[in-house]
Antibody, heavy 119, light 107 residues
Framework: EVQLVESGGGLVQPGGSLRLSCAASGFTFSSYDMNWVRQAPGKGLEWVSYISRSGGSLYYADSVKGRFTITRDNAKNSLYLQMNSLRDEDTAVYYC????????????WGQGTLVTVSS | EIVMTQSPATLSMSPGERATLSCRASQSVSSNLAWYQQKPGQAPRLLIYGASTRATGIPARFSGSGSGTEFTLTISSLQSEDFAVYYCQQYNNWSGTFGPGTKVHIK
């Protein structure tokens, strides 16, 4: 069974940093591209970032470019999102998602981890 | 930046009825369009990608059509479990913009 489990969310002050992790199991992690997608409370979905299976191709939404960094460790079956210079508008549930083929979304999603940026 | 719009914002339907949801892109995205279903408190579920290809395990009552800037998701006969919010997403040129969603609720 495919499982994606996010962790690392929490309360952080504006300007602070946070690192999210996503632990993958039940499939060959190194064979799949991955994405982060977020959802502000009561709002719609926003694609955040994409990483190819090798980690060689990275893409970001304009809203996070230069502040967020996506990485992966295929040996540890893990995906990461380093978030710096956090803003109030970054408050959201962050989902990791397995990309079935460069669709910048996912055929399997985690349960999400809540990031709250507030002073 | 490609802007996605969806109509209607809400759809009031009865079980067994046919639902037609629309999605429009501000510029052509070819067939790089996906549809997701999301229920309260749950992660999204991929329904359709490539504008018309059903994802694994998705019932045949869900179908997608369109290309370029105009897309449609059709649910041929609404079941109780289909009442949810539906999002379209374009993934052209390595950006992944979602539409604002259409909420399908029980009349």
């Amino acid at each position: 069974e495919v499982q994606l489990v996010e962790s690392g969310g929490g309360l952080v002050q504006p300007g602070g940093s946070l690192r999210l992790s996503c632990a993958a199991s039940g499939f060959t992690f190194s064979s799949y591209d991955m994405n982060w997608v977020r959802q502000a409370p009561g709002k719609g979905l926003e694609w955040v970032s994409y990483i190819s299976r090798s980690g060689g191709s990275l893409y970001y939404a304009d809203s996070v470019k230069g502040r967020f960094t996506i990485t992966r460790d295929n040996a540890k079956n893990s995906l990461y999102l380093q978030m710096n210079s956090l803003r109030d508008e970054d408050t959201a549930v962050y989902y990791c998602a397995r990309d079935p083929g460069a669709v910048l979304g996912g055929d399997h999603w985690g349960q999400g981890t809540l990031v709250t940026v507030s002073s | 930046e490609i802007v996605m719009t969806q109509s209607p914002a809400t759809l009031s339907m009865s079980p067994g009825e046919r639902a037609t949801l629309s999605c429009r892109a501000s510029q052509s995205v070819s067939s790089n369009l996906a549809w997701y279903q999301q229920k309260p408190g749950q992660a999204p579920r991929l329904l359709i990608y490539g504008a018309s290809t059903r994802a694994t395990g998705i019932p045949a009552r869900f179908s997608g059509s369109g290309s370029g800037t105009e897309f449609t998701l059709t649910i041929s006969s609404l079941q109780s479990e289909d009442f949810a919010v539906y999002y379209c997403q374009q993934y052209n040129n390595w950006s992944g913009t979602f539409g604002p969603g259409t909420k399908v609720h029980i009349k």
